[in-house]
């Protein structure tokens, strides 16, 4: 099973992603997960409401989701850039579904309803968040799309244990369905080639992360900033949970998912099984 991941990052063009879904889905199965958060700041802006964007004390730049922010992520990820793909997907003769991860309760985890954040300058403690994370995915809607031949589009939010809509990260719940559908690849495409030892360069691209040895693995922590890191980590978690491989690539390409599993990117894989090199 193939699982891809589309960042909602500007400057991103769809439609090079979705024709590959096309040709890939008369291969084997395909689940599509994606961001929309360059379309959500522009929508807020269009409102009249500058996004609200603060900073952890570990340095992660979030988006603080009141009540009102979630009734515009319902609209525009759920609604607007879902089915906008969904169309594009029908008009290539490809019968997609758009979800989102709290449709079935796909993904369920605590809400966050405390954020604390430095703004100004100044560390606060922000209340009435609707973020969350993860915990458990059921992927029985998931199956049941896939046996019935239809290709599953998806997207945040995900649902909180008290049945409400909260804001989740759309690699973590990548990573996280990736590995309970036992996927053979993850493919996570973002305005970026790959990993890179220095973002100004698109040559210092770190190819491949070999899961298995410590080395490689810390050399790669060692370069990733930011999100970055989190991503890194999470993709080598992913890895060493099951999943084949996972792989971080560039969605600004002609042909970008076949780039990326022809080995295009940021490869993270296990040359050997994990914890071999102990034996």
Do not use: W
Request: net charge neutral.
């Amino acid at each position: 099973m193939l699982v891809v991941k589309l960042g909602g990052s500007a400057g991103i063009d769809p439609g090079p992603t979705l024709d590959d879904l096309a040709a890939l889905t008369k291969a084997g199965p395909v689940v599509f997960i994606h961001g929309a958060n360059a379309v959500m700041d522009e929508m807020s802006r269009k409102l009249g409401r500058e996004p609200r964007l603060v900073l952890s004390k570990s340095g992660q730049v979030s988006r603080f989701t009141d009540h009102e922010t979630m009734d515009l992520m319902l609209a525009v990820y759920a609604g607007m850039v879902n089915k906008r793909l969904v169309e594009g997907l029908q008009a290539r003769g490809v019968n997609a579904v758009g979800l989102s991860a709290l449709d079935g309760g796909i993904a369920r985890g605590p809400r966050k309803d405390t954020l604390r954040a430095i703004e100004d300058g100044k560390p606060k403690v922000l209340r009435g968040d609707y973020a969350g994370g993860i915990e458990k995915i059921d992927t029985r809607l998931i199956h049941l799309l896939l046996d019935n031949g239809y290709l599953p589009v998806l997207t945040p939010p995900a649902l909180s244990y008290a049945g409400e809509a909260v804001n989740v990260d759309g690699d973590k719940l990548s990573l996280r369905l990736s590995i309970a559908l036992e996927a053979d690849t993850l493919v996570i495409l973002s305005n970026t080639p790959g990993l890179l030892r220095d973002l100004n360069d698109p040559g210092s691209l770190i190819t491949e992360i070999d899961v298995s040895d410590p080395a490689s693995v810390a050399a790669a922590m060692d370069a990733a900033g930011g999100r970055m890191k989190k991503k890194v980590q999470a993709g080598c978690d992913a890895v060493a949970a099951g999943i084949g491989r996972v792989v971080f690539a560039n969605a600004r390409v002609e042909q970008p998912v076949q780039r990326a599993l022809a080995g295009e990117g940021t490869v993270l894989l296990a040359r050997t099984p994990i914890g071999a090199q102990q034996s």
